[in-house]
């Protein structure tokens, strides 16, 4: 099949295209014209050098850098490639410099600042030929001029390995600088006689790497997203320059600026390393923007143009970390618009500022994501409680963790929460090394803390609970009935159900075999209860009504479309750790294997029984994820059948089936049960229990969105 016809069939381009991985790249590029003319375009308009991402393109790549002396063939081989594919880039993120070198003219050569200007004239379009965004006709040509988004990730290392020339210079710049050392110096011309190109080895690499960056971008007016990394100086140097050329960044977001306004008119997306950990001036354009700080620079000096910045575009914020409630105050002064706000890292509680005396200002913003613990530490207040004061407007919080004084505190301010996501130490923010969380065991009579119920009768709003980690006392549930008719999604642990033992729970039956007979007889005084008897019928009926009234009040959340009772930490005894000790592993006589023996479980469960009520949740016609504790769920065949009938939306199950690595021994009759919902609704997966608690239902079938992506 030649290239034309592959090209006229764009079903099959789609269909293949969708599937090549960014690894390929490098053999792609290299077997057949047809490749480059199809596929090739698809692969780099998501490039990136990470090698997480193209292990086999970067490691390469980094052999050609460094043998480039001894066989530069193979460094001019990438370059080429880079050249001939230029035009097809849309996400770009460096880690190697060799596409700047390749793509931009002269990259590391020092730029005269006049002719910056000519970049900055050409692409505010104030100039001849306003608005056509034409770049100077030298110094500087880029191949790449049609990106959405730039990352840059270079570190001083792989700059100085690949400009060895300067890497002996011991004037590096700064990170932090209170200097307005942003490449092309803004406030002052060369000296007269100084000639209109500076030498390269006035320049530091970072410099150059620097103004090579702003060459970049200002040669891309279409640019949407952009990730300044660690070189905060690539975006303040642009406007730095357009302050001295008479111009504003538009800071005050009203539109009116000249030069920030059009030099940046596209992007939206902004992430920077702030000196003082203030929001700076930004362009009117930018709604979303990340604020890295947390380096110990929170005293550093203020520079003017932003001391007192207001940006009233500005709608997504996202903070690495917040120091004191001075802080977060003028962040929320700064930002009178802002509608998101994510916060990384909040000091321990003990390390927290004294609190200040001045009023919290009302906020706009109706999603708010904190990470108030980190590092296994363990958090029983927020830093800063008296912040859900300035939200009033709050529709979505999320946290990783939970406390009656951030519960007290969420009801008093917050009476809009429709969304509430609590995960205890559970990676939030996507961090790859938190999997499972690790969850303090309850005891048989321990003390209980109960700090969801009050959401659950004060917010008649909410609509998403999802707080696999918290409990819900069944004596409350009772005493007050919810008032969230409107629930779609029930993450949540009901405890202290009262229970009987299996011991109980055979004499129980016995007593009415018992009364049963003697019924039918005339032996009466056979079937009188004694006193011991008496209380326990009476546990035994308590348990049947507890468990459906609390079945009663969860058929009345005719909305629900997940429910969750139980992610299996009902045990004494971490499920996950301490279980090869010798009291809990025993050899099955069945098939003589090692199996880990979990007895300790708390049968405070809310069973899923037709005896117990479950036939209450008939009316729960939306239902789509069902979940439940699979240790102790008491579930039979009868069970199987009533909800593979009156369930009919539903998609997935968790409780029957457990992972293996958990080590209980298989049970004949929990397979038959698997076997008979499989054959009575094969459309229903049935997931393991306790693996990948992140991979249920996707949420916008709910008709919302939230996840730990930031973007």
């Known amino acids: 099949m030649n290239t034309e016809r592959i090209i006229d069939l764009p079903e099959l381009f789609d269909a293949i295209a969708s599937h090549l991985p960014l690894s390929t790249l490098y053999q792609c590029v290299q077997v057949s014209k047809v490749w480059h003319t199809t596929f090739i375009p698809h692969l780099w308009r998501s490039f990136s050098e990470d090698p997480s991402r193209c292990v086999t393109w970067s490691h390469n790549l980094t052999n050609a850098v460094h043998a480039r002396f001894d066989r530069p063939q193979e460094l001019e081989w990438y370059k080429d490639v880079y050249r001939r594919h230029a035009k097809y880039i849309r996400h770009l993120t460096l880690f190697i410099p060799v596409i700047l070198d390749a793509c931009l003219e002269g990259a590391f ?135 001295a050329m008479g111009e504003t960044g538009g800071g005050d977001g009203d539109g009116d600026g000249v030069g920030g306004a059009r030099v940046f008119r596209s992007l939206r997306n902004l992430s920077i390393v702030a000196s003082n950990d203030r929001i700076p001036v ?7 923007f990340k604020l890295i700080g947390g380096f110990g620079t929170a005293g550093a000096p ?22 004191s409630e001075l802080h977060l105050q003028t962040i929320l002064t700064q930002a009178p618009a802002l509608k998101t706000l994510k916060i990384h890292r909040f000091p321990l509680p003990a390390f927290a500022a004294i609190p200040v005396s001045s009023p919290w200002p009302l906020s706009r913003i109706t999603v708010l994501k904190c990470q108030h613990s980190r590092g296994g530490a363990s958090i029983t207040i927020p830093a800063y409680p008296s912040m859900f004061q300035s939200f009033p407007l709050l529709v979505e919080y999320h946290d990783n963790m939970w406390s009656p004084a951030l519960a007290t505190q969420l009801v008093e301010h917050c009476p809009l929460l429709e969304v509430i996501w609590v995960i205890r130490d559970a990676g939030l ?74 011991e109980e729970e055979q004499k129980t039956q016995e007593i009415r075999r018992r009364e049963e007979e003697g019924a039918k007889g005339s032996y009466q005084q056979y079937a ?164 990948g608690y992140a991979t249920k239902i996707a949420h916008t079938s709910f008709g919302f969105t939230y996840s730990n992506d930031w973007n």
């Open 528 to 691: 009188r209860r004694t006193d011991k008897e008496g209380e326990l019928m009476e546990l035994h009926e308590s348990c049947i009504s507890t468990r459906k009234q609390i079945m009663a009040q969860l058929a009345k959340l005719t909305s629900l479309k997940y429910l969750s009772l139980s992610p299996d930490f009902k045990t004494r005894d971490d499920l996950f750790g301490n279980r090869l000790g010798l009291r809990h592993v025993y050899k099955s006589p069945r098939d003589g294997r090692n199996y880990i023996r979990y007895d300790d479980v708390l049968p405070d469960t809310l069973h899923l029984r037709l005896d117990t009520g479950l036939d209450q949740l008939a009316c729960l016609k939306k239902l789509e994820f069902l979940s439940f504790e699979s240790i102790d769920h008491r579930l039979d065949t009868a069970e199987i059948e009533w909800m593979a009938r009156e369930f009919p939306r539903l998609k997935e199950t968790r409780g029957l089936v457990t992972d293996s690595y958990v080590g209980a021994e298989p049970d004949p009759k929990i397979d038959a049960l698997i076997a008979l919902l499989r054959r009575l609704r094969p459309d229903v997966a049935q997931r393991q229990s306790f693996g």
């Open 109 to 243: 050569e020092p730029l005269a600042p006049s002719l910056l200007d000519d970049y900055m004239t050409g692409a505010s379009g104030t100039g001849a030929g306003a608005g056509t965004a034409t770049m100077p006709a030298v110094g500087g040509q880029s191949l790449i001029t049609n990106l959405e988004s730039f990352a840059n990730e270079i570190v001083g290392l792989a700059l100085e390995i690949y400009l060895p020339e300067l890497a002996t210079r011991t004037n590096p710049m700064s990170l932090f600088s209170t200097e307005r050392d942003y490449g092309v110096e803004a406030t002052t011309e060369p000296a007269a006689g100084a000639g209109e190109m500076m030498t390269k080895a006035s320049r530091s690499p970072q410099t150059l790497l620097i103004e090579a960056c702003q060459r970049l971008i200002l040669c891309n007016p279409g640019l949407k997203t952009l990730n300044c990394g660690y070189t905060p100086h690539m975006f303040y140097g642009i406007q730095a320059r357009l302050q």
């Open 282 to 288: 930004l362009p009117p354009s930018v709604t979303i």
């Open 302 to 323: 203020h520079h003017a143009n932003q001391m007192n910045v207001t940006n009233k575009s500005l709608k997504v914020l996202e903070m690495t970390c917040i120091d």
């Open 429 to 502: 923010f996507g961090s790859p090394f938190v999997s499972v969380p690790k969850v303090v065991s309850r005891q048989v009579g321990g003390p209980v803390t109960d700090c969801v119920s009050i959401l659950l009768t004060t917010l008649p709003r909410l609509r998403v609970l999802e707080m696999p980690h918290e409990v819900v006392k069944a004596e409350n549930v009772l005493e007050r009935p919810w008032v969230c008719l409107d629930l779609e999604e029930f993450w949540c642990q009901i405890v202290e159900l009262p229970y009987l033992t299996a």
